[in-house]
């Protein structure tokens, strides 16, 4: 805690002068004071640290106060900041502009390159990459980004001869515009390519045939979602243009004939914009699945495929999620309908309703994954305690066997191609690429490598291991603990933390990647398995949501803690990341526990909580988080959101905000907001800098350069703040 003393009757002997956040502070008897409003408030011991390294070298343009005052269910609320929402002010804009070109002056004067650093980023991405090949009726696809070149491109292969299908830089020279979605049909003769123009996750779809490369339709606009009929003539779109996610309408699903130049024909639109609804085709039987529902719930209806026969809801919403695939005349369904593990089951197209279903594979104390089923098998998937196991059943559901794997990982691919009969399965571990197996379908015995990349980075001497970590109640949290063999617990050793929990997206085995050129220059990177995630299955989940969210919170400094107990590093040595979710994760650690860290990346981050769901898409989220409009969860969102848990008179330490203009999930207001409040307050010394992307959103579709400037910028950040070289 910091200490004030407060006087209006200081004469000022041997000062020393410094200009910093729009205070002077004053060096007197060597104690820093600001001087504000006639008084000198002289901050003890923490600022004097501070005002050494930081003070004079980062200077923010103001950001001035304009209260707006509201009352919410009978609390009342100043924000300031208000007016830094709405980021089409020319105000907002040239603030926002020089933010950004303070950030970029301090990190290129203060925060030097490291040596080597660059060049491994790029080596690391600017090289030629390709992904597996695509195998869809008689054709093949792939896609491929040659080394100089900003964007991937959609390749076919013709009489053996790899052909171009679709070059995003062809529409878009600058390299700004990306491919975000393929979408072939189930003969592979024709293919949907949805690109995006600088990040904003708005999609044009290009309709092509596979053979010629011609379009065969007009490009179709604002789309958030596409899926061919079977027939192969029409698709299912969904219309969501940045006009109605700005004003939060619910994205209505429609028929599109690419053949004729006619209306699309209206099918569905949820209630609410918090809710989702959708129309596909099955692929394996003749059933079309129309499903209704929010981010963890969902109803489904089926019907004929391309008939005018009446939808029959076959599964109602009770608060469960359920999916669907039929095959023939069954339908198998992962759901978690009274089994947060997940479990599977079974019904038949025959006698379709929810009371008729049968469980396959019943909730285990594991986590059910993924499934496929063959001719005469079906594939389980399951996690325990972070890793993947593959087991063969019966089609009945009568255990075989376990599989043992060809390496320790993640199976983040596991695909039946019943037209080629082959099964493909894809393994993730943390010092080797994604490798793309085949596994032979009779005894389930020969894996054969079908795909690698070859990254050009040294992991030889990086390991990994999984540590149990108690949290604040007791709970044990998994985290993977990733670092060079021979690492000394001397209490120094310069430490990266990373966490999300939420969504329930956990953590899983996955190359080093970027992580390397930390790791081997002495680093240890920690990435966290808190609540919030899927480590353990839906309980999990729910632990760190709605009104337990601050499990999560409690996770990652418990966690932080214990990296400084067990002598992995120091509070002046650890550093912590986070974005989206994560972002709100890293502001809540900030507010509530500054004194653990040096140094933080808080990436497109949510942090005002109370306003989250007004802008954009965050309506989604609403199960996630609550709706602030409803007292209790308001109550509740108020006890963590971080914008309105700064306290006056505490520095936080030094923090890199990013943002990205075109960002249609997260408003950028977030950590603009967040910044400016801080910027402001008297007793942050630390710099907290807004690094803005003016061409991207919340991180999708950057061209190569781009992407190399802002890994630099960010690792030349965390090393040089943890005394690395």
Same mark, same amino acid.
């Given at each position: 805690?910091?200490?004030?003393?407060?006087?209006?009757?200081?004469?000022?002997?041997?000062?020393?002068?410094?200009?910093?956040?729009?205070?002077?502070?004053?060096?007197?008897?060597?104690?820093?004071?600001?001087?504000?409003?006639?008084?000198?408030?002289?901050?003890?011991?923490?600022?004097?640290?501070?005002?050494?390294?930081?003070?004079?070298?980062?200077?923010?343009?103001?950001?001035?106060?304009?209260?707006?005052?509201?009352?919410?269910?009978?609390?009342?609320? $100043?924000?300031?900041?208000?007016?830094?929402?709405?980021?089409?002010?020319?105000?907002?804009?040239?603030?926002?502009?020089?933010?950004?070109? *303070?950030?970029?002056?301090?990190?290129?004067?203060?925060?030097?390159?490291?040596?080597?650093?660059?060049?491994?980023?790029?080596?690391?991405?600017?090289?030629?990459?390709?992904?597996?090949?695509?195998?869809?009726?008689?054709?093949?696809?792939?896609?491929?980004?040659?080394?100089?070149?900003?964007?991937?491109?959609?390749?076919?292969?013709?009489?053996?001869?790899? +052909?171009?299908?679709?070059?995003? *830089?062809?529409?878009?020279?600058?390299?700004? $515009?990306?491919?975000?979605?393929?979408?072939?049909?189930?003969?592979?003769?024709?293919?949907?390519?949805?690109?995006?123009?600088?990040?904003?996750?708005?999609?044009?779809?290009?309709?092509?045939?596979?053979?010629?490369?011609?379009?065969?339709?007009?490009?179709?606009?604002?789309?958030?979602?596409?899926?061919?009929?079977?027939?192969?003539?029409?698709?299912?779109?969904? +219309?969501?243009?940045?006009?109605?996610?700005?004003?939060?309408?619910?994205?209505?699903?429609?028929?599109?004939?690419?053949?004729?130049? /006619?209306?699309? =024909?209206?099918?569905?639109?949820?209630?609410?914009?918090?809710?989702?609804?959708?129309?596909?085709?099955?692929?394996?039987?003749?059933?079309?699945?129309? =499903?209704?529902?929010?981010?963890?719930?969902?109803?489904?209806?089926?019907?004929? =495929?391309?008939?005018?026969?009446?939808?029959?809801?076959?599964?109602?919403?009770?608060?469960?999620?359920?999916?669907?695939?039929?095959?023939?005349?069954?339908?198998?369904?992962?759901?978690?309908?009274?089994?947060?593990?997940?479990?599977?089951?079974? &019904?038949?197209?025959?006698?379709?309703?929810?009371?008729?279903?049968?469980?396959?594979?019943?909730?285990?104390? $594991?986590?059910?994954?993924?499934?496929?089923?063959?001719?005469?098998?079906?594939?389980?998937?399951?996690?325990?305690?972070?890793?993947?196991?593959?087991?063969?059943?019966?089609?009945?559901?009568?255990?075989?066997?376990?599989?043992?794997?060809?390496?320790?990982?993640?199976?983040?691919?596991?695909?039946?191609?019943?037209?080629?009969?082959?099964?493909?399965?894809?393994?993730?571990?943390?010092?080797? /690429?994604?490798?793309?197996?085949?596994?032979?379908?009779?005894?389930?015995?020969?894996?054969?490598?079908?795909?690698?990349?070859?990254?050009?980075?040294?992991?030889?001497?990086?390991?990994?291991?999984?540590?149990?970590?108690?949290?604040?109640?007791?709970?044990?949290?998994?985290?993977?603990?990733?670092?060079?063999?021979?690492?000394?617990?001397?209490?120094?050793?310069?430490?990266?933390?990373?966490?999300?929990?939420?969504?329930?997206?956990?953590?899983?085995?996955?190359?080093?990647?970027?992580?390397?050129?930390?790791?081997?220059?002495?680093?240890?990177?920690?990435?966290?398995?808190?609540?919030?995630?899927?480590?353990?299955?839906?309980?999990?989940?729910?632990?760190?949501?709605?009104?337990?969210?601050?499990?999560?919170?409690?996770?990652?400094?418990?966690?932080?803690?214990?990296?400084?107990?067990?002598?992995?590093?120091?509070?002046?040595?650890?550093?912590?990341?986070?974005?989206?979710?994560?972002?709100?994760?890293?502001?809540?650690?900030?507010?509530?526990?500054?004194?653990?860290?040096? &140094? &933080?990346?808080?990436?497109?981050?949510?942090?005002?909580?109370?306003?989250?769901?007004?802008?954009?898409?965050?309506?989604?989220?609403?199960?996630?988080?609550?709706?602030?409009?409803?007292?209790?969860?308001?109550?509740?969102?108020?006890?963590?959101?971080?914008?309105?848990?700064?306290?006056?008179?505490?520095?936080?330490?030094?923090?890199?905000?990013?943002?990205?203009?075109?960002?249609?999930?997260?408003?950028?207001?977030?950590?603009?907001?967040?910044? &400016?409040?801080?910027?402001?307050?008297?007793?942050?010394?630390?710099?907290?800098?807004?690094? +803005?992307?003016?061409?991207?959103?919340?991180?999708?579709?950057?061209? *190569?350069?781009?992407?190399?400037?802002?890994?630099?910028?960010?690792?030349?950040?965390?090393?040089?703040?943890?005394?690395?070289?």
């Amino acid at each position: 805690n910091l200490i004030f003393i407060i006087s209006n009757n200081i004469k000022l002997v041997t000062t020393k002068k410094i200009n910093y956040n729009r205070f002077t502070y004053y060096k007197i008897l060597g104690i820093y004071m600001i001087k504000k409003n006639s008084f000198y408030l002289s901050i003890l011991a923490t600022l004097t640290i501070y005002s050494n390294s930081y003070a004079s070298d980062f200077t923010p343009p103001v950001s001035p106060q304009k209260p707006v005052v509201e009352t919410l269910h009978g609390v009342t609320l $100043t924000d300031s900041y208000k007016w830094l929402e709405d980021k089409e002010n020319l105000e907002v804009k040239e603030w926002t502009k020089k933010q950004h070109e *303070t950030t970029l002056k301090y990190l290129n004067e203060k925060e030097p390159e490291i040596k080597g650093l660059k060049d491994e980023i790029r080596t690391l991405i600017d090289r030629d990459r390709e992904s597996p090949l695509k195998l869809i009726g008689k054709h093949q696809f792939f896609t491929k980004k040659k080394k100089g070149e900003s964007q991937y491109k959609l390749y076919t292969i013709l009489n053996k001869k790899e +052909v171009v299908l679709f070059d995003p *830089t062809k529409i878009d020279t600058s390299g700004k $515009t990306a491919i975000t979605d393929i979408q072939y049909t189930f003969s592979g003769d024709k293919v949907a390519v949805g690109i995006q123009l600088k990040g904003d996750e708005i999609n044009t779809y290009y309709i092509l045939n596979t053979t010629t490369g011609k379009e065969i339709s007009p490009p179709i606009n604002n789309l958030r979602g596409f899926s061919w009929t079977k027939d192969e003539k029409n698709a299912y779109i969904t +219309v969501g243009s940045r006009e109605m996610l700005e004003k939060q309408i619910p994205l209505k699903t429609y028929l599109h004939d690419t053949t004729k130049n /006619t209306a699309d =024909t209206f099918l569905i639109e949820p209630k609410d914009a918090k809710n989702y609804a959708s129309f596909s085709d099955s692929q394996h039987s003749n059933v079309t699945f129309i =499903t209704e529902g929010d981010f963890y719930s969902n109803s489904i209806k089926i019907k004929k =495929t391309a008939s005018n026969d009446k939808e029959k809801l076959i599964y109602k919403n009770q608060g469960f999620s359920a999916y669907p695939n039929a095959i023939g005349n069954k339908i198998y369904i992962q759901t978690n309908h009274k089994a947060p593990n997940f479990k599977l089951m079974l &019904a038949d197209l025959k006698n379709p309703d929810f009371k008729n279903w049968k469980t396959l594979y019943t909730e285990k104390n $594991t986590v059910l994954e993924n499934f496929e089923v063959t001719e005469k098998n079906l594939l389980i998937v399951d996690k325990k305690d972070l890793l993947n196991r593959l087991f063969i059943y019966t089609l009945d559901g009568k255990l075989i066997k376990e599989v043992k794997l060809p390496e320790i990982g993640s199976i983040s691919t596991l695909k039946y191609d019943r037209e080629n009969k082959k099964l493909f399965v894809g393994i993730n571990s943390f010092t080797s /690429t994604y490798k793309l197996y085949t596994l032979d379908t009779k005894n389930f015995n020969n894996w054969n490598l079908f795909y690698q990349v070859k990254e050009p980075i040294d992991t030889k001497d990086i390991t990994a291991k999984i540590e149990f970590i108690p949290s604040k109640d007791g709970t044990k949290v998994p985290v993977f603990i990733i670092h060079k063999k021979g690492l000394k617990l001397d209490g120094n050793n310069p430490t990266l933390l990373y966490g999300y929990g939420g969504f329930n997206s956990g953590i899983t085995p996955s190359y080093v990647g970027y992580y390397a050129s930390f790791i081997n220059r002495g680093g240890v990177y920690v990435n966290a398995g808190i609540r919030g995630g899927d480590e353990y299955g839906e309980k999990w989940h729910h632990d760190g949501m709605l009104f337990k969210k601050q499990n999560t919170f409690d996770d990652f400094i418990s966690i932080a803690e214990y990296l400084q107990k067990k002598k992995y590093t120091n509070s002046k040595k650890l550093a912590i990341m986070g974005g989206s979710n994560g972002g709100l994760l890293i502001g809540a650690a900030l507010t509530q526990r500054p004194d653990l860290f040096r &140094a &933080a990346v808080c990436s497109v981050p949510l942090l005002d909580m109370i306003h989250f769901h007004k802008f954009l898409i965050a309506r989604y989220w609403i199960p996630e988080y609550g709706n602030p409009e409803k007292e209790d969860d308001f109550r509740n969102i108020l006890t963590y959101s971080p914008y309105h848990h700064i306290r006056q008179g505490i520095n936080l330490p030094i923090t890199l905000f990013q943002a990205g203009e075109n960002d249609t999930r997260v408003a950028s207001l977030h950590p603009k907001k967040f910044v &400016a409040a801080l910027q402001n307050n008297i007793g942050q010394v630390s710099p907290m800098m807004l690094y +803005v992307d003016f061409e991207s959103g919340h991180g999708s579709g950057k061209s *190569t350069e781009k992407i190399i400037e802002d890994q630099n910028f960010i690792w030349r950040f965390i090393m040089n703040e943890l005394g690395m070289e």
